[in-house]
């Protein structure tokens, strides 16, 4: 991955899913393949979002699976593993940007933030499960990696 792709946390937390292993390939092989291009890109608030995701007991219809990370030292182990990338700052400008976004495409907040983040860092890529693949917003593609998983 270089650092014009922009990773939110759907994908990062892919990487770890034991209860989808098509899923959990399909982040691991697109890891490998592009891991040489460069570091790729994302916020603290994914790394937020990465731990809050690892942590949390999983819904499955009725029953609740056990989060990916029963402890906090692996969650941990795996935001620190992550904080390794490229991360961005998200500072004032993004988030005033962020609102801009929001109105004018109809994005969820969290959306907003991401894609104003990564457009501040110059990403082109936004590797996400949270929206179709090949919309492009403001110049940066969506792409669902798991679109075949």
């Known amino acids: 991955m270089s650092a014009e792709t922009f990773v939110d946390t759907s994908f990062l937390l892919r990487l770890y899913d034991v209860y989808q292993p098509a899923k959990r390939q399909a982040a691991s092989e697109r890891w490998r393949k592009e891991a040489g291009d460069g570091l790729p890109t994302l916020s ?12 949390r007991p999983i819904p499955r219809g009725a029953e609740r ?14 935001v620190e ?12 400008e993004t988030v005033l940007e962020a609102l801009r976004l929001r109105e004018r495409h109809r994005l969820g907040w969290w959306d907003a933030v991401h894609l104003a983040t990564a ?15 090949a919309p492009v917003l403001e110049g940066v593609t969506y792409e669902n990696p798991f679109a075949r998983a």
């Open 44 to 55: 603290p608030a994914i790394l937020g979002e990465l731990y809050a995701g690892l942590m």
């Open 65 to 78: 699976l056990p989060p990916l990370m029963p402890t906090h030292a692996e969650a941990a182990r795996a």
């Open 81 to 92: 593993e992550a904080a390794r990338l490229r991360v961005v700052a998200v500072r004032r």
């Open 119 to 133: 457009c501040a860092a110059g990403c082109r890529r936004i590797l996400t499960e949270d929206m179709p693949s």
